[in-house]
């Protein structure tokens, strides 16, 4: 069975798409902790992080790091933090997290984003890049 993140990679459900290669995807989520909030995933449906082999799981690193700044001046944020958790969606996936105190990464905080603002971040976000 396909996870929502596979559809959204199909196309199947829109997303608001900041980066993509061969192996990996990043778009908002759209019901964010923090505005700007980012998932990273890996094309390939692997249900927990630390299964990856361990070139993938570094390349999937290192591409929180390539977006961590662009996100981070979009947002406006002091810093971007990670979260691996793995509970959501049985899809590996890092969220990215603009945060500038301690409880912006309480993800009890979530909600939802407007279209408009989710378009508007997206491209600061790409434009940062």
């Known amino acids: 069975m396909s996870t929502i993140f596979a559809r959204i990679i199909a ?3 829109p997303c608001h798409k900041i980066w993509e290669d061969d192996r990996f995807f990043a778009f908002l989520d759209i019901n964010p902790v ?5 998932l990273i995933i890996p ?3 692997i249900d927990n992080s630390f299964d ?3 070139e993938l799981y570094c390349d999937f690193l290192k591409i929180a790091k390539k977006l961590y700044e662009p996100i981070r001046r ?3 944020s002091e ?8 509970l959501d969606v049985p899809h590996a996936h890092i969220k990215m997290i603009p945060i500038s105190k301690p409880g912006d990464l309480d993800q009890s905080n979530a909600k939802p984003a407007t279209p408009e603002a989710l378009t508007a971040m997206a491209e600061q ?4 890049l």
């Open 52 to 54: 990856m082999p361990d």
């Open 11 to 13: 196309g199947e459900i």
């Open 74 to 76: 979009a947002a406006g």
């Open 79 to 86: 810093r971007v933090g990670l979260v691996i958790e793995g």
């Open 34 to 38: 923090q505005h700007g909030m980012t």
């Open 125 to 128: 976000i790409r434009g940062n």
């Open 43 to 45: 094309k390939e449906e």
